[in-house]
Structure formats: structure tokens, C-alpha cells
């Protein structure tokens, strides 16, 4: 597991303490915190969500010299721009490309708090989906793409968006910087959490995760969770494992489907992940994936 150095986030931590006893007196200064921003590689940045914030997910931003390329616009345009104010602190140079890593509203509902000049660039499918989300002043993505996308490729900078297969829904983007070693993936990625399901491709996402795993980043950056290192993607692919076999055994020896969610236990190396409370879903979508596509 990588260790990400705290200090920025000690201090955004202590000041959002401070704007919440000031909060305490004065409601014009409430101001929960949203997220912590990490430098996981040099002129890299994660912001990760304070759990239960309008943050909602993780997202990132890279510098480069031809301007900055951020990947997900959170859950709420106002958490949108504190994450531009963090971009603004650290640079002057503008944010050029914002990439939807797939169409859940936690990733995409800022972006309506990006200027009108940014393009917004998802795979297509991602880009239909968006079509029907009703989030008043939602952007769509103005640039969309099938399997690559690579961003400002020089002799020694590039970023790549890439699609890698279907997994946690059918347009899933994960993006790659191959200089650096980094890897954002979305919600392809959750670190120690049970996953969202509910448009998932269960199996799928099992070989979609292999195929990133073999991009050999040593610094991971989940849609979810702490960022750390390649282990985020095993853990999830033998959750994975573990959940479509349990519902491929129960499907096959025609255990009825209430049983199976009555009697299937997680297993002890899963039992400290967070989202507990998302087993029941989890189980219940791979039972019915399972029967109907053996
Ligand atoms: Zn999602």
C-alpha cells in the first residue's frame, strides 16, 4: 500500500474544522469540507471525498504545460468549484479538458461549474446516458470517443483515456499516465468498499480489470476510497470473483434466489470493506445476472 503525505490535508482539515465552529455561530460560513487534495505525482492531484460530503466521489487533475486536464466533476457544481479553486491555487495555466469517467451524477454534476471554453469529453455511450439525466445546468460532453484518447503527447508527458471494456457501467473511461505511473480509474475502482452494482457487467468487469491492471501503474486513484497502488484492483477483482461465483454455484443448483440472499455470507477478507449496507444489491443483481445469462 503507497502512503500519500498528509500535509495538505491536515491543514484543509483543520481549516474546515474552523469553518464549521464558525459555522456553529454564523451559517453564512458553513462550509463542510468537501475533500482532501493529494499530490500522488508531481503536478498530479487527487481530491478525495470527505465521506458523506457533496463531494460524492473522487476526482483528479493533472498539469501539464499546454494547460490542465481534469478527470470528474463530483457530485455537485458547487463541489465543482472548490475543486476549480484548487487548480486555480496551484496554477494559471487553464483547465483545457474535463473527462467524465462514466455517467453517475457523483461524477458528473459539476459540470456545469466548468466555463463554457472547457471541453468535456466522455466515451459515447456515457455521453447517451447523459441525454436523459435531468440535473438542471448539466454539460454535457461536448467530445466523446470509443476505445483512446491521448491528451498533449510529448517526449516526455502524455495522458491517455482509455476504454478498457465494460465494468462498472458500459462506458466506463479510466485515464493512464504512462510518465508518471498513474492511474485514475473511476468507478471501475473502489478501494475497500463494496461496489456499486446497478448498472455494472459483472463479469466483465473482471477482465476490464485485468487488462488495467496490466498497465503496471504503481499509483492507483479509485472513483472511491484512498488512492494507493495495484492492490486496489486485485481486491476488487476477487471481490468480483467471489460474487459471481457464489451466484453462478447457487444459479446452477437452482438455490432459489431468497435463500441466496438470505444465506450468502461475505467473506471474513471482506468483512472491514465500508458499504456494507450495498451487499444485499450486490448480491441480488449478480443472482439475477447469473440466471438469466448462465
Ligand atoms: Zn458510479
Same mark, same amino acid.
Given at each position: ?18 469553518? #464549521? ?7 453564512? $460560513?458553513?462550509?463542510?469540507? =468537501? ?10 492531484? &487527487? ?16 498539469? *501539464? ?24 491555487? %496551484?496554477?494559471?495555466?487553464?483547465? =483545457? ?27 459515447? *455511450?456515457? %455521453? ?10 448539466? =454539460? ?33 473511461? &479510466? ?14 475502482? $473502489? ?17 476490464? #480489470? ?59 477478507? $471482506? ?6 449496507? %450495498? ?16
Amino acid at each position: 500500500m503507497k502512503h500519500f503525505p498528509r500535509t495538505e490535508s491536515s491543514i484543509a482539515l483543520a481549516c474546515a474544522t474552523i469553518g #464549521l465552529v464558525v459555522a456553529a455561530r454564523s451559517p453564512t $460560513f458553513a462550509q463542510a469540507p =468537501r475533500f482532501r487534495v493529494v499530490e500522488v505525482a508531481p503536478n498530479a492531484f &487527487a481530491a478525495i471525498a470527505v465521506p458523506g460530503g457533496d463531494a460524492g466521489s473522487n476526482s483528479g487533475f493533472l498539469i *501539464t504545460r499546454r494547460g490542465v486536464v481534469v478527470f470528474d466533476s463530483h457530485l455537485t457544481p458547487a463541489a465543482a468549484d472548490s475543486l476549480l479553486a484548487q487548480v486555480r491555487a %496551484r496554477t494559471s495555466l487553464p483547465v =483545457r479538458f474535463l473527462i467524465n469517467s462514466h455517467f453517475h451524477g457523483d461524477h458528473t454534476h459539476g459540470n456545469g461549474a466548468f466555463p463554457g471554453d472547457v471541453e468535456i469529453i466522455s466515451h459515447a *455511450t456515457t %455521453r447517451e446516458r447523459l441525454l436523459s439525466d435531468t440535473m438542471p445546468g448539466l =454539460r454535457l460532453p461536448t467530445l466523446t470517443f470509443l476505445q483512446r484518447v491521448e491528451f498533449f503527447p510529448t517526449r516526455d508527458s502524455s495522458m491517455i483515456a482509455l476504454f478498457s471494456g465494460r465494468g462498472h457501467t458500459d462506458g466506463d473511461v &479510466a485515464l493512464y499516465d504512462p510518465h508518471r505511473r498513474l492511474l485514475y480509474g473511476g468507478d471501475l475502482l $473502489f478501494n475497500r468498499m463494496i461496489p456499486v452494482v446497478r448498472n455494472a457487467y459483472l463479469r466483465e468487469w473482471i477482465t476490464t #480489470l485485468q487488462e488495467l491492471h496490466k498497465l503496471d501503474a504503481p499509483t492507483v486513484i479509485p472513483g472511491h476510497g484512498e488512492p494507493g497502488g495495484p492492490e486496489i484492483i486485485v481486491e476488487l477483482i476477487e471481490y468480483l470473483r467471489w460474487l459471481t461465483d457464489a451466484a453462478a454455484e447457487a444459479t446452477a443448483a437452482r438455490i432459489p434466489r431468497d435463500r441466496f440472499l438470505q444465506e450468502t455470507r461475505l467473506p471474513d477478507r $471482506f468483512r472491514d470493506w465500508g458499504g456494507a449496507n %450495498r451487499l444485499a444489491a450486490n448480491l441480488e443483481k449478480a443472482y439475477d445476472d447469473l440466471a438469466s445469462h448462465p
